[in-house]
Structure formats: C-alpha cells, structure tokens
C-alpha cells in the first residue's frame, strides 16, 4: 500500500511520537522509511544561491538525521535520509515527489486555530502542495 513512507522530522521530542507511528507501518507494509530534515536557518535557506559554507545549524541537523537513520538500519528497517534547506512545507513536499514517497507521515504540535495564524503550520501548508496522502500524528505537549 505504501512503499516509501515520508517522515519529516525536526530534532525535537516530537520526533519520537511520529517515529513510533511510522516504525509501525513501515513493518506492517514492509516500507521503506525517507526521512527528511528541513534545516530553516538563514545560511540552510541560501547556501546553495550563494555559495555559502555549510553552517554548524546545517552540520548539526545531518548529524542528527543520520543518526536516526543509522538507528532505525540497525533495527532492520529499510531508511534513508534526506537534508533540505529552506521552507518546510515546500521542501517536503518536493522532496515527496522526488523521492517517490506515497506518503507523508508527519508530527503536529496541535496548535489551535489563532496559534496557527500566528505561528503557521507546516502541515496545513503542507496538504495544499501535495496530492500525496499526509498522516499527521499529535506529538505529545512536553
């Protein structure tokens, strides 16, 4: 059913609630698991136009992506792992293509209606970029 489970993760606790979810289909559907970080910085968002060095936000967020990847080899799943710089709704949802992912397995922190005005949400942004399907999952408020 799906064979390419995108997870975007954003090295946060929230993280683990998606990862549990998506550790679950994964070995239910025999998929593979892509997960991607969206580094949002101001040198993540213009590294590649102007020809910056890689900034220790952008060294950090590979380490972490590929420890998690690594973590998730190790207990037998099928993963990869994907760093991106710019906006998060857009990156995902290119990366999504790109990628050939039949879905978007993805945290939400839940916000309400004003907190999502204010703040924005990646995931409401999300489903207006994007015919792939988008699970999103209530990270637990820590």
Avoid at 14 to 26: G, N, S, V
Avoid at 119 to 129: E, Q, V
Wanted: hydrophobic share 45%; with cysteine; aromatic share 2%.
């Amino acid at each position: 059913m799906y064979a390419r489970i995108l997870v975007p993760l954003e090295n946060s606790p929230a993280d683990q609630t998606i990862l549990t979810h998506a550790r679950e289909l994964a070995k239910r559907l025999g998929s593979t698991l892509v997960l991607i970080h969206v580094a949002d910085g101001w040198v993540a968002r213009n590294v590649n136009e102007l020809a910056l060095r890689e900034s220790q936000e952008i060294r950090e967020d590979r380490a972490y992506l590929e420890a998690v990847c690594g973590q998730l080899e190790a207990e037998g799943f099928d993963a990869e792992a994907v760093l991106a710089g710019g906006e998060p709704a857009k990156e995902i949802a290119a990366a999504a293509e790109r990628e050939r992912c039949d879905l978007i397995a993805m945290a939400t922190h839940g916000h309400r209606l004003l907190e999502d005005v204010v703040k924005g949400s990646t995931a409401t942004a999300l489903r207006h970029l994007t015919r792939i399907p988008v699970l999103m999952v209530r990270a637990d408020k820590k």
